[in-house]
């Protein structure tokens, strides 16, 4: 599957971004899908992932309860909606698709295709 995010943009502390991912293909469906960022100088990590269906979803610590994943299987399509977004949550913003987990929590290393990354600055 391929994947092609968009949707970021340079917000002020407190703001709101919605995040988009497109796939291409007919199996859109059957992958989990997830959302990773990757800050300056630091290492990719999990932000949010949700079950093929999406009737289950994950979230890290730092952006529970603000961020929402979502996705629309018949647009082939996962969003990553960001509220009361924080300047730690600037980063470049990756969408990926996992055949399946492994385990109960997402782990980077379940999820085999990527999009670009969309860059997200939050910043007064």
């Known amino acids: 599957v391929q994947l092609q995010a968009s949707g970021g943009g340079l917000v002020q502390p407190g703001g709101s971004l919605r995040l988009s991912c497109a796939a291409s293909?007919?199996?859109?469906?059957?992958?989990?899908m997830g959302w990773f960022r990757q800050a300056p100088g630091k290492e990719r990590e999990f932000a949010a992932a949700?079950?093929?269906?999406?009737?289950?979803?994950y979230y890290a610590d730092s952006v529970k309860g603000r961020f929402t994943i979502s996705r629309d299987n018949a647009k082939n399509t996962v969003y990553l909606q960001m509220n009361s977004l924080k300047p730690e949550d600037t980063a470049v913003y990756y969408c990926?698709?996992?055949?399946?987990?492994?385990?109960?929590?997402?782990?980077?290393?379940?999820?085999?295709?990527w999009g670009q990354g969309t860059l997200v600055t939050v910043s007064s």
């Open positions: 293909g007919r199996t859109f469906s059957r992958y989990v």
């Open positions: 949700i079950s093929e269906s999406g009737t289950s979803t």
């Open positions: 990926a698709a996992a055949p399946y987990l492994t385990s109960r929590w997402p782990t980077v290393a379940d999820f085999k295709s």
